[in-house]
């Protein structure tokens, strides 16, 4: 096991240093990722206010004070860049782990165990996949969850509610992926030998099977969590996503969608952001993939 290990390192190190795509989405979204885990400091280094408004300088063009300028209530559009990708990360990264997991567990189940659990699991998978997925989020993000006794989801951004939305029903994908591993690894011979010493299924289950498909589940992650920031951002343009006054990439595009003939600048920006951020997360699940799966290679 230590050896494969080591063996799936040296291949993920030759990739990021062979792989001028991987090596560069790698560094973006390193870069990416410092600047929302340090956006409070950065924003003070750079004296910097995301919510302060000047009623006198709306849409201005790029100063000294304002390198991108102000938006239309003359907020500073790079502060409101700088910690609406603290939100847009925090929303992908959380709901593509979330869903992973949820994703994990009816795959290793359903894989595993067979018989009337394997149908009903998957039953229930091919009813997720087969609802439209973006109809289904809108419906879901319209709900008023207080009504259903959640109403702590409505508080604040509803960071929460967006997570936990998209969580609910990006999980099919994991879920056949893992099943399918599961299957495959279980009739093997390792599996054969514990199960003859008595070990419990959930013991098979964590110390042979889930390590066994690690690689599957980190690579579908990878690769979802572009897609969870193309979600928010298209809920937070419906209106749906993230409620001002927190920025996100998404709710920045909605703001700016009035403004397109006299300031394209304004919604130039936070749709850059996006789109550098999901083919960046795109090309790295790809390599990934590669680095490892050797029969794709």
């Not at 849409?59 to 939100?87: C, F, W, Y």
């Not at 290793?108 to 109809?135: E, H, N, Q």
């Not at 009035?258 to 304004?266: C, H, N, Q, T, V």
């Amino acid at each position: 096991m230590m050896a494969g290990s080591m063996t799936r390192g040296a291949r993920v190190r030759s990739l990021l240093l062979t792989n001028p795509l991987v090596m560069l989405s790698a560094a973006i979204l390193a870069f990416l990722a410092l600047v929302a885990v340090t956006a409070p400091w950065l924003l003070t280094m750079l004296n910097l206010d995301p919510q302060a408004t000047d009623l006198f300088s709306i849409k201005s063009p790029p100063s000294p004070d304002h390198p991108l300028g102000t938006d239309e209530a003359g907020r500073d559009v790079l502060a409101r860049l700088i910690l609406g990708s603290q939100t847009s990360l925090i929303v992908g990264l959380s709901a593509a782990v979330a869903s992973a997991a949820i994703g994990t567990v009816v795959g290793l189940w359903a894989g595993y165990f067979g018989g009337r659990l394997d149908s009903f699991l998957m039953r229930l998978t091919d009813g997720v996949i087969a609802l439209p997925f973006l109809p289904l989020l809108i419906v879901l993000s319209a709900l008023d969850f207080s009504k259903l006794g959640l109403g702590f989801l409505m508080e604040g951004s509803g960071l929460l509610r967006i997570v936990l939305i998209v969580s609910l029903v990006a999980w099919p994908t994991v879920a056949r992926l893992v099943r399918a591993e599961t299957m495959s690894i279980k009739a093997r011979d390792f599996v054969t030998a514990s199960k003859a010493q008595g070990a419990t299924p959930w013991m098979i289950m964590r110390r042979h099977i889930l390590p066994n498909v690690q690689a599957t589940i980190v690579v579908a992650t990878t690769l979802s969590v572009g897609n969870v920031i193309l979600l928010e951002s298209v809920l937070s343009f419906l209106g749906l996503g993230i409620r001002p006054p927190t920025p996100s990439w998404g709710n920045m595009l909605t703001n700016a969608q009035s403004y397109l003939w006299d300031a394209p600048e304004l919604a130039f920006w936070p749709g850059m952001a996006i789109f550098i951020t999901v083919i960046a997360f795109n090309f790295l699940g790809d390599g990934l993939q590669d680095a490892l799966n050797p029969k794709r290679r």
